[in-house]
């Protein structure tokens, strides 16, 4: 993992789309935002990142969880977090690996899950 992690960000919101990669700029994160998943599955086909977060109900037909099956198969090293309103047992299976941060969420919780799924990959490599 590099000095700045990478996050690419999925959200379909602009408004927390804008608040909440500011935020992880801030909080000097390397930030790639993008609106759905075929622009996310298009930036992972040009350079790897450290983690996804994406929101998993999204427009123009491929959910997070979609492009999050896509995203394992193009870039396995990369940890996942999907993001909904709805709980989890509302939800098709997730899949293996990827980690769920039910919504409303705090910064605080995402950037501690980001820490523990970096903690989690540095005891892999």
């Known amino acids: 993992m590099s000095a700045m992690p990478s996050i690419l960000f999925v959200e379909d919101e602009h408004d927390l789309r804008d608040l909440v990669g500011g935020v992880l700029q801030d909080l000097r994160y390397d930030v790639t935002v993008v609106s759905d998943g075929q622009e996310a599955i298009a930036s992972l086909r040009t350079r790897p990142f450290?983690?996804?977060?994406?929101?998993?109900?999204?427009?123009?037909?491929?959910?997070?969880?979609?492009?999050?099956?896509?995203a394992a198969?193009?870039?396995?090293?990369?940890?996942?977090?999907?993001?909904?309103?709805?709980?989890?047992?509302?939800?098709?299976?997730?899949p293996a690996g990827v980690a769920f941060l039910p919504k409303p969420y705090r910064i605080t919780q995402l950037t501690g899950l980001l820490k523990d799924l970096s903690s989690s990959l540095s005891e892999i490599r």
């Not at 450290?50 to 896509?70: E, L, Q, T």
């Not at 198969?73 to 997730?94: D, K, N």
């Open 73 to 94: 198969v193009l870039r396995p090293e990369t940890r996942i977090i999907l993001t909904s309103g709805f709980a989890r047992a509302q939800l098709p299976p997730l």
């Open 50 to 70: 450290d983690f996804i977060f994406s929101d998993i109900a999204m427009p123009h037909g491929m959910s997070g969880i979609d492009m999050a099956a896509v």
